[in-house]
Each structure stands twice: as C-alpha cells, then as structure tokens.
C-alpha cells in the first residue's frame, strides 16, 4: 500500500496532509501524485467528484509552483463557482504552510470588483470559470503569459455547459503552457476532441471504468403515476427520517416549485438553482452543510460540486434525460468510502430509461415498493424511539422542574406516558397517514397486461414474501436482492417491490417461485443470524397488488382513544410540524 510519505513532496504539503489526518492516499491519487510529481506529464485522470481528484492535481501544482515569482503559473479551470470556491478552499488547506502562496479564485454571478483586486494581487495560482476568467483577461487584470500548467476539472461539465469555445480560447492564449491535465468523469468525444487539440501526448489514468458508479451505492427506483409523483417524493422522505440529501429536478420551475410545496408542508428543505443570487445559493449552501437543512432540491447545474461528504440519499424527482448525468448525480453520494441510496421516481414508461442507465453503470437497479401508511408511521416511530434510546441529556437540565414534572406525571402509568410522547410527536403523521392509497403505479393492470411476465406462474398469481432481517441486520435493498440471488440460483428479476424494514423486510415474486425460494433460504444465515421466511397475509379485497405483512408486525396507525392533538416540534427529524423556523423562509425575487 502507497502512503503519502512515499512521495516526493515539498515538506509543507507533507504536514499539511499529516494536519488534515489523511492518511492513505485514495485510487486516482495513488495513481497520478507519482508520475505528477516526480516527472509532470501531460495526463487525463478520469475520475468524479469525490475521488480526492483535487489534491490528485493541486499537490503537485502546489508542489511545482515557485512563490518567488509573482505572476500567475497555474490555472485551474472548472465549471460553476460552487466548485472554484471548493477547489480554492482546499487547495489553500493543502498549501496552508507554504508562506507566500496565493490563491485566487475567479467566477461569475457575484461583483467583479473583489476578485478584480484578487487578481490584480499576483497569485501564482487562478481557479476560474471560463465565462469570468475572460472577462479578467480583457480587462487586462490578469495574465496568462507565464501561464505554466493548466487543470480542466470536470472537463465533461464544462463542455455540457457549452464553455467549449471559451476553454478553446483560453488555451489559445498560454504562450508559455507545458502541461495540461485534464479531468472528466466521462469520457465523451468531445473530451477527446479537446484534448486532441490543446494536449501533448498523454497518459491516462482512471479509477474504475469510466461511467461506472460508485459500487456502494444502493439504486433503487419506484413506479408511480406520473401525477402521484409529488406524493411519492413526500412519502420517500417520510420513510427516510434521518435523511441527509440532494432532490433533483429537471427543471429551475420544479426545482423552486417542489421545494416551497415540502416548506408549506413544514419540511426543512430549500430550492437550490441558476435563477437564485448567488449570496442566496451560498446560504442555502452554509445552511445544508451546517444541517439546518436536511435536503437541498436542485437543478443538475447548481448540484454540480455541491463538496459534502455525508449525503444519504439522492432522490431523482425525474429522472435526466442524459443517462450520463444519472452517474453525476448518484455520485454525490457514497463518497469518501461511505454507502449511500440513490433513488429514482418514475413513471411505468420510463422503465426502459432505467434499463438504458443500468447498461451505463454496469449494476442492477432494485425496483422498490413505494412503502404504504403504515410503513412510513412504524418507521417513523422506530426512529423517535433510537432518538430517545441514544439521547443523552445534560445530568443537570431538568433539575429545576423536576418536583414538578414528577408531581404531574406520579399518577401516570409509564406505558401511558410513552404512548402519549408518541403520539404528541408524530399525530401529523399519522393522520396524514391514516387512509393512504397506494401510489405503486398500475399493479394490477400490469399482471393483467403482461403475457409472459416472469413475475406469476400460469395464473398470474405474485407472491408477497416475508423474511425476519430488515435494516437492523444492516440489510439495504440491494444487499436482500443479493442474499436471495446468492442463496438461490434465482434471477435478480424476479424479484420485486422490495421493502426493507427495520427488524423485517417483504419482496414479491412470482408464485411458483415462492415455494423454492422459502425452503431454499429458510436454512441460510444472513450474518450469523437464522432467517426465517413466510407468505405474508394478502389484504382480502385489496386487489392481487396490495399486500400487507403478518399482522404482528403491523402497528397501528393511530389509536381509537386519542388525546386531543397538541402541535409538537420535532427537530431532530425532517419536519418539524409548526415550526418552519428552520426551513427556508425567503421567497426568490
Ligand atoms: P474531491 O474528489 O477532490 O472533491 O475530494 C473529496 C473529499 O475527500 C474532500 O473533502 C477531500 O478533503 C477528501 N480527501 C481527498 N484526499 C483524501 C485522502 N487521501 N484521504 C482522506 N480524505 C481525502
């Protein structure tokens, strides 16, 4: 294994990755920072977002550049400001030892007057988008004379976003270039074509096959019609409490329009596009990374490097039209090597866009269940319930009251006082939830219309399976789909409407299947735990698509002797009723 302290780096840059506790470099540095920075050649790194690409080029750029001279030597250009400000910040916290160094950082969508003086200041280094750095170059606040290296991150965005001519200028103008590196997560003909003209010959380095997505994301996808769409977001992110994510929509319109319906709703969300001022796209931006939001809705373009490492879920509101853009967007989760879930609506005729992106990323997507009421109020509960297991007050806080809550509460059976605690907690929910429909779109039609469906046997029956491990057993969509494949030689196909639980999870598939795979599993272990398995209850009079679980397993939703409903506040979660504090108050202008 290749540690930092194998490279030959400036001594500065060695303490400054010892600061930051990096420890082992990551894939594409451990292939690049080598050649890099013994010998710069000129080099494509084919690599996303979250790879560690920007210390794979700003180590040796930093390493390579002379801070006695006082003209700029570097540039790195990117697409949006969001990812200039993140490769300066990043960049200086690499270089923060190196006396003498400036960095600066030059984009459009705020005042050109700061970064005029920035400029004007002599950095050895300029991270830019195209559109600005030009207007500086005409303004003759900069120059690229003595321009030595230059970086295109994200050269695939950059060309999508129609900056070819301007990056082809750019390049024009670098009398004194010696190299270029250029990084893309895909690798499309008009990469090529840029690096044909503007490069030397190069190596090329990559992590993973091109196009592929990272192997710890979970992609799941769930059918609705295309006018349950909104409620099945909704009912996404009630079932997912803990969630930290990006909702991507196609357009700036969805994009602002979800997003105020989830603030009405009392969800801490905010809208995240190119129409918003950029002092406001920063505060969205200060407010999700200090998670006073639990997810951003946004447009690909503003989305696009978003640097935050713990995203939970990318919900895909619509799906892209570009199959590539799937990849970019699944990326912003399961970075640093962590898991994450990408989940897709769609509608029963994008099925086949699913399959196109499948192809692409080379993995099976999990079609899922849109849960049901009583799926979304039990997890909702299980969540509350770990909140307060796990919470861990201060010794002293209640001791002012205490004679008093002991006095109001000594009568009260504690069973009770849980109950109402619940309740007081999560009433919205559960009446929001009391008769909700199904939003899976057309199940029963589909049994009806398919011919030589795998998913029934030659009365086209489905069967509903239970087994007893859910997301407590560290149990994900993918990882049942998995286990049941592994287990048995069935195919990943088969199996449908998956719906991880916490303690149990259900899958459909077909009936004469059902048997097999019971008895099959029935003997496995699923880390070291005995599974167990069984047809679940079918819902009399539901239709041949609505199924339910054994009944145990089924809490209530709501209770016959309610106490009267009190507004209650629940920060720890993505909404918190009757409070919108915390979300997103401004109106665009
Ligand atoms: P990037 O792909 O450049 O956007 O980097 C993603 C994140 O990984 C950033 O927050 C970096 O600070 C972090 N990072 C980069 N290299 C390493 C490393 N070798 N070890 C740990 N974290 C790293």
Redesign the pocket.
């Known amino acids: 294994m290749i540690s930092?302290s194998s490279f030959q780096m400036r001594e500065e840059l060695t303490q400054a990755?010892s600061d930051?506790?990096?420890?082992?470099?990551?894939p594409?540095?451990q292939k690049v920072l080598p050649q890099l920075l013994s010998e710069p050649i000129d080099i494509i790194g084919l690599?996303?977002?979250?790879?560690?690409?920007?210390?794979?080029y700003?180590l040796p750029l930093l390493h390579h550049v002379d801070l006695n001279l006082r003209h700029v030597q570097c540039l790195v250009l990117s697409p949006t400001r969001e990812l200039c400000m993140?490769?300066q910040e990043?960049m200086s916290?690499y270089g923060c030892h190196m006396r003498g160094l400036r960095i600066a950082a030059v984009y459009g969508g705020v005042p050109i007057s700061g970064q005029l003086r920035d400029a004007r200041a002599n950095p050895q280094i300029v991270v830019a988008t195209p559109g600005r750095l030009i207007d500086l170059l005409e303004r003759k606040a900069l120059s690229l004379d003595h321009l030595q290296y230059v970086v295109l991150d994200e050269a695939d965005e950059m060309l999508n976003m129609g900056f070819r001519e301007d990056i082809e200028l750019i390049l024009k103008n670098t009398p004194e270039r010696e190299h270029t590196w250029l990084f893309s997560a895909t690798m499309s003909n008009e990469v090529r074509g840029i690096a044909k003209r503007f490069m030397k010959e190069w190596q090329e380095f990559s992590v993973g096959a091109a196009n592929v997505t990272n192997a710890n994301i979970d992609h799941q996808y769930f059918v609705t019609n295309h006018h349950n769409r909104f409620e099945t977001l909704r009912r996404l992110l009630d079932f997912a409490p803990g969630i930290y994510g990006i909702i991507f929509t196609r357009t700036k319109q969805d994009a602002q329009e979800v997003s105020e319906k989830l603030m009405k709703m009392g969800y801490h969300v905010s809208p995240l596009h190119g129409d918003m001022d950029q002092k406001m796209r920063t505060k969205v931006m200060e407010r999700f990374k200090s998670r006073q939001l639990q997810a951003i809705v946004a447009t690909d373009v503003a989305a696009r490097g978003i640097?935050v490492?713990d995203i939970t879920h990318v919900i895909n509101y619509e799906l892209p039209d570009d199959p590539e853009v799937y990849t970019h967007r699944s990326g912003r989760t399961a970075?640093?090597g962590k898991s994450g879930i990408c989940m897709s609506i769609v509608s029963p005729k994008q099925i086949s866009n699913i399959r196109q992106i499948e192809k692409l990323v080379k993995q099976r997507f999990n079609k899922s269940d849109i849960p049901d009421g009583a799926d979304v109020v039990r997890k909702r509960i299980v969540f509350y319930m770990d909140q307060i297991a796990n919470a861990a007050p201060q010794p002293d806080f209640a001791k002012l009251y205490h004679d008093s809550i002991h006095e109001q509460f000594a009568d009260m059976d504690k069973d009770e006082l849980i109950r109402r605690l619940i309740w007081l907690q999560l009433k919205e929910t559960i009446d929001a939830y009391q008769d909700s429909e199904d939003l899976n779109a057309g199940f029963e039609n589909k049994l009806k219309d398919r011919n030589h469906d795998s998913m029934h046997d030659r009365s086209g029956r489905t069967v509903r399976i239970f087994i007893n491990i859910g997301e407590k057993d560290g149990l994900t969509t993918g990882k049942l789909v998995g286990f049941i494949t592994e287990s048995t030689d069935v195919e990943a196909n088969i199996i449908e409407r998956v719906t991880v639980r916490e303690l149990s999870s259900y899958f459909n598939v077909p009936g004469d299947a059902a048997e097999y795979i019971i008895e099959h599993l029935s003997s496995k272990k699923f880390k070291s735990r005995k599974v167990r398995l069984e047809i679940a209850e079918q819902r009399s009079g539901g239709g041949g698509g609505d199924f339910r679980g054994p009944r145990e397993d089924r809490p209530r939703a709501g209770s016959e002797n309610r106490p009267r409903p009190q507004s209650s506040r629940f920060t720890g979660d993505i909404r918190s009723y009757g409070n919108r504090e915390g979300g997103y108050k401004g109106k665009r202008k």
């Open positions: 930092f990755i930051l506790g990096f420890e082992t470099p990551t594409i540095q690599a996303q977002t979250g790879t560690g690409k920007t210390a794979a700003g993140q490769i990043e916290k640097d490492n970075r640093a």
